[in-house]
């Protein structure tokens, strides 16, 4: 995506040293007052000659601003815009003719200011805010860099011209936005007082304007929070920005120490119906990421405050079939689940499911001794696969791996009837500690959603390598009164998260012919039937 | 509903608007034969057992109901129609009448399903089956050796025949939805043909009915349907 970001430590670098003054802050923070109204906003200023250094930088961001609004990044919600705006309007205390503020989407924790007033505000940023005060804070940070035209100081204190040249050059034509917005956001990398200086007229414009200046801080910690995880095999060999910047957790202690106890407006509800429309994507930008630690500790820490939010659940659900490691696809299952079952769930919940589901009863592997035909429903995923000799009319057999207590053997069968007596069905579904006769009895249900079942024949067996019952049972099919014979094997076996899993096969065909003649070739697939130690990623 | 109409799984659907209109070609093509199968052999014997055919009718709302009094009229004309195709057919025709043929009412039985999976899945659609190489190769198997032993005859014809009938009212509505864009179906016809060979059970000729026409309920249009079901039917060898 950003072609200048190199790994993690380039996202913290111009995530954080910019937009917050993280990695500048290598040093103490010296003294702060708690009291604000000494901190006086500067008045608006005019635009530079464009024979000086300042006028070149705003041409410069002019030229960017123009591309960057033809950007199929560029988020064209009226709603959002306007919002955005009212808000820094609110903050920017008389600066707000002079600054334009576009929404982008993009899935990192950023904000940048440009000197001659362009702000923009990154899609990643604003899914991680949890109130109006903490979008607040943010861009009233990057508001004290504008208004004290921070980034002209930097520009002027830029040790290597040539670099500066170079990048100028760049953004004359080549490269995404995208790309050159990493790049300015490396030059304009802020010094420690500078951020300081930030911080601090960030905090008089968010109180000001009536914010609980505490949100601030609040910010911080989830943003620590979710860049403490490492997660995978380099932990602790990492680098991670925090180690060698032991102050963090001092800037956040200045910021609460600034923020007072006054209190002030959070604006919880406000902002999460602002956003919602679109966050939906935003979730789906951030599970895109590959980043899975990071998305898991924010979406964890998202769904603690709404626990019932079926985007949440079907986000982190995401994240756990994509990432696929150790009990992830159970996760994944609970979560989708869950999300499944709320009301107006994203229709992707649906999709992921499907998958999840795939992906785990392809933890059953056999071996085809013979041909078979793999057949599956557009329409539906269901929870086993269907092989077939002669075709579905007459023959399948069917493969249950993995299926976990609670979940159901089949999908609901379609009603296309319009009687008016007809109910839901009930679909059997697997429970754990069932004893032999009610795993086959699971069966009969089963089949009896297609006609008159009868089991003559119950026998303990293996299968899949575990203890478990072979049945066998006559159907009579209520769609055509053809009288069916089938087989069935079921095996229960200890799974350490859930319990137990379900393991199965059965094979169905006419009894006149078609059983007898395709019963051995079922049966030396199922012979072969062995459970898979890890599911196989897809 | 009838049951024939519940058997319309999505499934099925699928399987029917993908086959569409294509039902039948003019001529009869090498899909519908068994393949080294080319016409029955001189002198064999063919068995024409009745057909499993009801009747519907479908109201405004789509709505269908069987029609017992169409049926039977239907079974007559149908069984006269057959009696036209003497030239087609051959001489030696053995044929038996519904209480004759229901002691192999199990056999009928899967022959509809035989024909219902050709169907399925000897068509041009997705469901098509790999281990069939696009071959019509289904067997009924053993399954026919009574109808062998009781008959003596070399072949045996199963027809089975699902009619609906939309009334005036559901023809009216059906042009309301076609304006709204809408696919309803209006009454149609689904039948399937099979020539089984009664020494193997295997199915040697196959041919099917799928159409928004035909009409069994008068003896002029049962005439049509026959020769449409009957399409492609295999000769006798000279």
């Known amino acids: 995506m950003d072609a200048h970001e190199s790994g993690r430590r380039g996202f913290l670098r111009s995530a954080c040293r910019h937009c917050l003054g993280l990695g500048a802050l290598a040093g103490g923070v010296g003294a702060l007052a708690q009291d604000l109204s000494g901190i006086k906003v500067p008045p608006r200023f005019a635009r530079p000659a464009s024979d000086t250094d300042e006028g070149g930088l705003w041409g410069m961001m002019d030229r960017e601003e123009v591309r960057l609004k033809r950007s199929p990044l560029t988020i064209r919600d009226k709603e959002l815009q306007s919002y955005l705006a009212d808000l820094v309007c609110r903050l920017s205390d008389g600066h707000c003719p002079d600054i334009r503020v576009h929404p982008v989407r993009m899935p990192r924790f950023n904000a940048m200011m440009a000197p001659n007033g362009m702000m923009l505000v990154w899609s990643g940023l604003m899914l991680r805010m949890e109130n109006e005060a903490q979008l607040a804070a943010v861009l009233g940070h990057e508001l004290g860099h504008y208004v004290e035209r921070h980034q002209v100081e930097q520009l002027r204190a830029a040790k290597d011209r040539a670099v500066l040249s170079t990048v100028v050059g760049m953004i004359g034509g080549v490269g995404t936005v995208l790309g050159q917005i990493g790049l300015l956001a490396d030059m304009f990398a802020f010094s420690r007082e500078h951020e300081e200086r930030a911080d601090r007229m960030g905090m008089r414009l968010m109180r000001h304007a009536g914010y609980d200046g505490r949100e601030a801080a609040a910010v911080w910690d989830n943003l620590l929070a979710e860049m403490q995880v490492t997660g995978g095999k380099d932990v602790g060999k990492r680098g991670d920005l925090f180690e060698t910047h032991p102050t963090t957790a001092g800037r956040r202690d200045q910021l609460l120490k600034l923020a007072g106890d006054a209190g002030g407006i959070t604006g919880d509800e406000a902002y999460r119906k602002k956003i919602a429309p679109l966050r939906l994507g935003w979730l789906q930008d951030e599970v895109k990421r590959g980043q899975y630690e990071e998305s898991l500790v924010l979406f964890d820490r998202m769904l603690k405050k709404e626990g019932q939010d079926a985007e949440l659940l079907y986000a982190r659900g995401e994240v756990y079939r994509t990432r696929d490691e150790g009990n992830d696809m159970q996760q994944a299952l609970t979560d989708l689940d869950r999300a499944s079952r709320l009301p107006r769930p994203p229709v992707e919940t649906f999709r992921a499911l499907g998958l999840v589901h795939k992906q785990r009863h392809e933890r059953l592997a056999v071996h085809l001794t013979e041909a078979w035909n793999k057949v599956s429903d557009p329409w539906e995923v269901d929870p086993y696969d269907t092989w077939t000799q002669e075709g579905i009319p007459l023959d399948h057999l069917r493969l249950w791996g993995g299926v976990r207590p609670g979940q159901p053997l089949m999908t609901k069968p379609a009603m296309f009837s319009r009687e008016p007596d007809a109910k839901e069905r009930r679909v059997p579904t697997f429970r754990a500690g069932l004893p032999p006769e009610k795993l086959v009895g699971l069966f009969e249900e089963l089949y009896a959603t297609a006609g008159t079942v009868a089991i003559t024949r119950v026998e303990p067996a293996m299968f899949a390598g575990q203890k478990g019952v072979r049945f066998e049972f006559t159907l009579a099919r209520r769609s055509d009164d053809l009288a069916m014979q089938g087989v069935g094997w079921v095996a229960v076996r200890p799974d350490p998260t859930w319990g137990e899993e379900l393991y199965a096969a059965t094979f169905v065909a006419p009894r006149l012919s078609f059983y007898e003649r395709l019963l051995p070739m079922a049966e030396a697939v199922v012979k072969t039937a062995r459970v898979r130690a890890t599911p196989p990623r897809s | ?238």
Not at chain 2, 113 to 136: C, F, N, P, W, Y
Not at chain 2, 191 to 216: E, K, P
Not at chain 2, 217 to 233: Q, S
């Open chain 2, 1 to 238: 509903m009838p049951a024939f109409a519940a058997r319309l799984t999505r499934f099925f659907l699928v399987a029917v608007l993908l086959a569409g209109a294509s039902a039948q070609a003019q001529d009869p093509s090498p899909r519908q034969l068994a393949p080294g199968f080319s016409a029955r052999a001189a002198d064999s014997r063919l068995l024409v057992l009745p057909a499993d055919m009801e009747l519907f009718s479908m109201s405004a709302g789509g709505v269908v109901e069987p029609r017992a009094d169409w049926t039977d009229a239907a079974q007559k004309n149908f069984v006269a129609a057959l009696a036209a195709q003497r030239k087609l057919l051959g001489s030696r025709v053995t044929a038996l009448d519904a209480a004759q043929a229901d002691e192999f009412a199990e056999i009928t039985t899967l022959h509809r399903a035989v024909a219902e999976a050709i169907s399925v899945h000897h068509g041009k659609g997705l469901m098509k089956l790999a281990t069939k190489q696009d071959r019509l190769d289904w067997s009924l198997g053993d399954a026919v050796r009574p109808l062998k032993e009781r008959t003596g005859a070399d072949y045996a014809l199963f027809t089975w025949i699902r009619d609906s009938y939309a009334s005036s009212e559901r023809k009216a509505a059906m042009v309301v939805m076609a304006l709204l864009g809408a696919i309803s179906l209006g009454g149609e016809q689904l039948g399937y043909a099979s020539l089984v060979d009664l020494n193997t059970g295997r199915v040697v000729w196959f041919n099917q009915l799928n159409r928004m026409s035909g009409d069994l309920r008068e003896p002029a249009a049962a005439v049509e349907t026959v020769e449409a079901l009957l399409k492609g039917f295999p000769a006798l060898q000279q």
